[in-house]
């Protein structure tokens, strides 16, 4: 600490300082029989940074039912004068000290939990109009229930309003590029970004593009955000999927992203599948027109809209055909409501232990057994309308999880052969991604041409990879036109083409792949 002392708080017993930071201190006190945590703001700070205060308080209020944000309960000032924050309490450490203080690496497993669950949190503030700015590992907490919870929205800012790069409060290794550029306007794929760099550091134990050997201040680390294609997970058993679902989260342009946090924890829901892994349901907000009935997956909250409730997304329920906001057809799983507003953050079906999960020293493979279903009770009663209805979700999820890799478009990442299908970003229910078709390679006059036929380049973009036959295939790149070239270094080059969906971040189901004769 530097020399403030905690504020006395009637009603409250001072327990000890948690940590501080350039704007303000966090104490631990009791209140109520139950231990808090008490962010107090520096008093020497201006009126800007006051009302950036304030607009946290009010900010998290608004999504402090959420069972991964972190509850606030109440604000105030102290009799000092100092303006302070009542937060649900979450036992230290963040998962930034986990991982990097001696407790190792998350397993795939937990880190498609958390970034599921975590994904529900920040689709909910977008939802509400609210961005986060400063999604990182250090601002994700654990409940005392196991659940991982946001925290921090003191940077936070509005949907609504084009927003411009602020040197205070960013943290570098996990802002997008657009953020670390003046006059940059940041935008929902701007915290997508942020979550699948925080992803990549859970399984790396280092920030996307923080180099080993340096330099890695801010300066040398915002120049390769910039401008180094993105790298990927240095563990050979994260699968391909994963893999690329976080290399689309990473892109450098934020079109090329994963359109909102949804359709980025829907691409992490198909790897769960792909893997055999009991799926995450995804929390967030839902919020419907005053006097009206709005659809799952609204835009921002304008004025004149009310929060209604949370909806649990789950791959398992029986997907429904919506009107997506462009007027066209999308995919969605169903929505349910459920009931758990300001009841508390009871353990669920994907909480997780960080101490009994992560991978202390090299990475290893998960062997954790493998579990269908969301754990829910059986509706009550015992009609044959339930008793049919149990019946058909039964088969609907021992169709997933046999049928589910070849819908989705996944397969094992060890596949032996170049032209296996891998998976890209995709819907976790399949939205409809026209395959490439077309695909010829030829080599004139030194070097080798490819090229497809083209589709509607507004609504899909075409990835490629060249390689050596005898060579595992590298990263996907994108394609400006439907014609790319290479150097003929050897004999035995192939080339890999996938269609994307640029909103949803779905892929074609198959991979199209040709090599010289």
Known sequence: MTGRVAPELVGFRFLEHLGSGGFADVYKYENLGRAVAV??????????????????????????????VVSIFDA?????????????????????????????VL?????????IQIAGAVESAHRLGILHRDIKPANILVTEFGRPALTDF??????SVPDAYVAEGVSVPWAPPEQLTRGGDLTAAADVYALAATLWTLLAGRAPFEEPTGPNDALAMAKRIRTVPPPRVPRPDVPESLQAALMSG????????????????RALQAVQAELRL???????????????????????????TRVVGFVSIDPEE???????RDGGPTSTTSRRMI????????????SWDVAGEVVGGSARTDTSSVAVGDGSSPPRGGSVQWVLVGIAAAVAVVALALLGPRLLGVVASDAPAPSSPTVLPADALGASVPDVAGLAIERVEGRVTASWQQVDTTTFEDLYRFYDRDEKPGEFLPADEPEVTASASTKDLCIDVVRRNRTTGASSAQIATRCLP
């Open 339 to 350: 009931d758990h507003i300001g009841t508390g953050r009871g353990p669920t079906s994907s």
């Open 154 to 159: 003191g940077i936070s800012s509005s949907t």
């Open 278 to 304: 009991p799926m995450t349901t995804m929390d967030a907000v839902q919020v419907v027109p005053v006097g009206g009935s709005g659809a799952a997956g609204a835009p921002p909250a304008p004025p004149g």
């Open 318 to 324: 029986a997907p429904e055909r919506t009107v997506g």
């Open 39 to 68: 962010k107090v703001l520096h008093g020497n700070l201006g009126a800007d940074n006051q009302r950036a205060f304030e607009a946290e308080a009010h900010t998290m209020a608004k999504l402090s039912n959420h069972p991964n």
């Open 250 to 265: 990473l892109a450098k342009a934020p079109t090329n992203r994963f359109a909102t946090a949804e359709s980025f924890a």
């Open 107 to 115: 397993t795939p497993r937990h880190a498609l939990e958390i970034g």
């Open 76 to 104: 105030g000032r102290a009799q000092s004068g100092s303006a302070y924050l009542v937060m649900e309490f979450c036992p230290p450490p963040n998962l930034a000290t986990r991982v990097r203080g001696g407790g190792g």
